[in-house]
């Protein structure tokens, strides 16, 4: 079953607004929450994360805010971008035996139309 | 740029083969990971290591096998590549710390015909 979930494939955002990716997850017991961004050809590099214990992290034009409760995690992208064009995918951390594995969703394609 | 260098970057292989990829890195650290990308399915996790000779299984590792025989050599080996093996393979590092998740490397795009 999928333990982590991105349920939209495509977005496309005016140049300027706002874009806000959402992402679900089951297991209660993940620890910290990432956002990657991947370009064609690349492989994904990281984009902010945040810790379980917080309920919102900011870093320039990004923010990522948890909902426990909800088991929902967004990323806030303000203002948007042409260069933010990727696909961006979420991830959820557990560790165990001493390893913290990753676990992503499908994945969402954002597109920055001028 | 970061210190983790996947070979070959392409490779075309058929059906039954047996085929290698290398994941080399220069930071030291002690987890590495084996993923593989698909449309509809993100990332998966094949194998990972969590230090020389040390590995364990991910979500998806029928048909695959792995060694790691030093620090900064993580090799993943399709036994008897299958069409369902063509896919995109990522390999990733980590110092084992929750907040920066992984470093990438820049995948190799494997097809098996």
């Known amino acids: 079953d999928q333990q982590v979930k991105q349920n939209s494939p495509s977005l496309s955002v005016q140049e300027g607004r706002i874009s806000i990716l959402n992402c679900d997850y089951t297991n209660s017991m993940f620890d910290y929450f990432l956002w990657y961004k991947k370009y064609p050809a690349e492989g994904p590099t990281f984009l902010i994360s945040?810790?379980?214990?917080?309920d919102k992290n900011e870093d320039g034009r990004f923010t990522v805010f948890l909902n426990k409760s909800a088991k929902h995690l967004s990323l806030h992208i303000v203002p948007s971008q042409p260069g933010d064009s990727a696909v961006y995918f979420c991830?959820?951390?557990?560790?165990?035996?001493?390893?913290?594995?990753?676990?992503f969703g499908q994945g969402t394609r954002l597109t920055i139309n001028p | 740029d970061a210190g983790i260098t996947q070979s070959p970057r392409h490779k075309v292989t058929e059906t039954g083969t047996p085929v290698t990829l290398r994941c080399h890195q220069t930071?030291?650290?002690?987890?590495m990971y084996w993923y593989r990308q698909d449309p509809g399915h993100g990332l998966r996790l094949i194998h990972y290591s969590y230090g020389v000779k040390d590995t364990d299984k991910g979500e998806v590792s029928d048909g695959y096998s792995v060694s790691r025989s030093k620090t900064e050599d993580f090799l993943l080996t399709l036994e008897s590549a299958t069409s369902s093996q063509t896919s995109v393979y990522f390999c990733a590092i980590s110092k084992g710390t929750g907040l920066y998740g992984y470093t990438f490397g820049s995948g190799t795009r494997l097809t098996v015909v």
């Open positions: 930071e030291n650290h002690r987890y």
């Open positions: 991830a959820a951390s557990a560790r165990i035996q001493g390893a913290q594995k990753l676990v």
């Open positions: 945040i810790s379980s214990i917080k």
